[in-house]
């Protein structure tokens, strides 16, 4: 005889969260680009029956080719009969008006996944009790005679598990083809997924940021590496995109002071010798404030500098729907436990390149990560980077589908004709043309870039 602990848990509602199911639904519905996802998730993972039909409903539409919306799911849904026999699944679901009630209660559409990661975690859960229950039933031998002892044990132990989304799946070569097609057809519609850099005489001649990518930008030190990429993540965060800025070097304030020195127009040296009259002062609030307004990017303040770090707050902020672009300055300075005897540990950074250029195909982003080029350059007559100069940076040349290279023929000709200019030569683009250089006015009292003749610094109010 069971005793009433037994019974109570015996009587329970099966642990389930109608929320999440609601919201998992709404979320396909809403943006149909979110059910690559999560179409793995069985019917059977849903509690409740009518979210299971609903389920259902939206696989046989994608299998079809069809969108998931309120034309084509209700007449999915009409053409299936009810459970009960005598009705369609449409009226046993609640309707169209049900349907429509989906789509207002998803809270956010990119949390999808996050929702189908709770109805599996519950539909496991259910699995596992359900499992239990008839391991208890066959050891009291409710029903049928009691289980020998032996095959108990060995039922007990196969908990049966839903099955994991795979890592790695088969593209067929038609499907490749038709996935370049609409690519190409995306480009075409101007439309590209890439992001760009902002700077009208780069993008020129460099193809942007694409989704997976890892680019890397070099120079030697004093070149304006960490303020080309700082100048390139507040051009693209104006376009309403998440971009997240990891300084291994420097503190956010350090980083926001000279792009608002430059915007307000206070000299940087004024400001850090404490000479900025109350005027001055005026000017950078003023700034800041239309910086703010504009979209600015994220600085992440992160003590713990391991690789492993970085993927895991990565990976953190791409499922909040909160990265479309990270920016790491700088490559050399990433702890990897066991190799941090040398930051140039040609090893080392190849572990690192490698592992950066896996974490932006995993998160579906654009990583851009900065590299200080060897001393090896200073001593050739022209001191412009080459390829060649990575060649002893560990996979660096290998792993990078873009590298870009800053050059300023005035930090080291005093003569130049060129003063205040930087070059930023495009070594290797795995989307565009190599070995092309594109020249960018370097304002070297702010330590800022700016386009030579297309870009104007916007006035104050």
């Known amino acids: 005889m069971t005793g009433p602990n037994e019974a109570r848990l015996w009587d329970r509602t099966p642990p389930f969260d109608e929320a999440a199911e609601i919201a998992l639904l709404g979320g396909v519905m809403t943006d149909n680009d979110q059910w690559a996802n999560v179409s793995d998730l069985p019917p059977e993972a849903f509690y409740r029956v009518n979210h299971r039909a609903v389920w259902t409903a939206m696989r046989a539409l994608k299998t079809a080719g069809m969108a998931i919306d309120l034309v084509n799911l209700p007449g999915e849904l009409s053409r299936t009969q009810s459970r009960l026999g005598n009705t ?8 169209v008006s049900f349907l429509i009630g989906l789509g207002e209660q998803v809270p956010f559409a990119f949390r999808t996944p996050e929702y189908a990661i709770t109805v599996r975690d519950l ?3 259910r699995l596992a009790l359900n499992h239990t229950l008839e391991a208890a039933r066959a050891g009291y031998g409710i029903g049928r005679d009691p289980m020998p002892t032996a095959q108990l044990q060995d039922f007990i132990s196969k908990v049966p598990m839903p099955t994991q989304r795979a890592t790695s799946h088969v593209v067929t070569g038609p499907q490749a083809d038709q996935d370049a097609i609409e690519y190409i057809r995306l480009l075409a519609s101007g439309h590209s997924p890439a992001i760009g850099s902002g700077f009208p005489d780069l993008d020129k001649v460099f193809c942007g940021f694409h989704p997976g990518s890892l680019t890397v930008i070099g ?10 990429a700082i100048g390139i993540s507040e051009r693209v965060a104006t376009k309403g995109k998440f971009v997240q800025v990891l300084s291994l070097e420097m503190k956010a304030a350090q980083i926001a002071m000279r792009q608002l020195c430059h915007a307000a127009r206070v000299p940087l040296g004024e400001a850090l010798r404490g000479e900025t009259n109350e005027a001055g002062l005026n000017r950078l609030q003023s700034a800041a404030q ?5 979209g600015l990017p994220n600085y992440l303040d992160q003590p713990d500098t391991t690789l492993q770090a970085v993927e895991r707050l990565s990976s953190h902020l791409r499922q909040a729907g909160r990265l479309d672009l990270l920016v790491i300055d700088y490559l050399g300075l990433i702890s990897v436990p066991g190799r941090d005897g040398d930051e140039n540990d040609t090893q080392k950074l190849g572990i690192i390149s490698r592992a950066l250029k896996t974490l932006a195909i995993q998160l579906d982003i654009p990583v851009v990560v900065l590299h ?8 050739r007559p022209n001191k412009r980077p080459l390829m060649s100069d990575l060649r002893q940076s560990g ?4 792993d990078a589908d873009n590298i870009l290279f800053v ?3 005035d930090y080291y000709n005093k003569d130049t004709d060129q003063p205040g200019v930087a070059e930023v030569i495009v070594g290797k683009q795995r989307q565009g043309e190599r070995n092309v250089t594109a020249r960018l006015k370097f304002h070297s009292e702010s330590a800022t870039f700016q386009s030579l003749a297309s870009e104007t610094i916007p006035q104050l109010l």
């Open 407 to 409: 050059y300023r023929d």
């Open 88 to 95: 369609t699944a449409l009226e046993d679901v609640g309707g």
């Open 290 to 294: 239309r910086r703010a307004l504009n």
């Open 219 to 228: 120079a030697r030190p004093s070149m304006g590496k960490s303020s080309l």
């Open 123 to 125: 539909y496991a859960r």
């Open 395 to 398: 996979r660096i040349e290998e």
């Open 372 to 379: 200080q080029l060897n001393r090896s350059l200073e001593s």
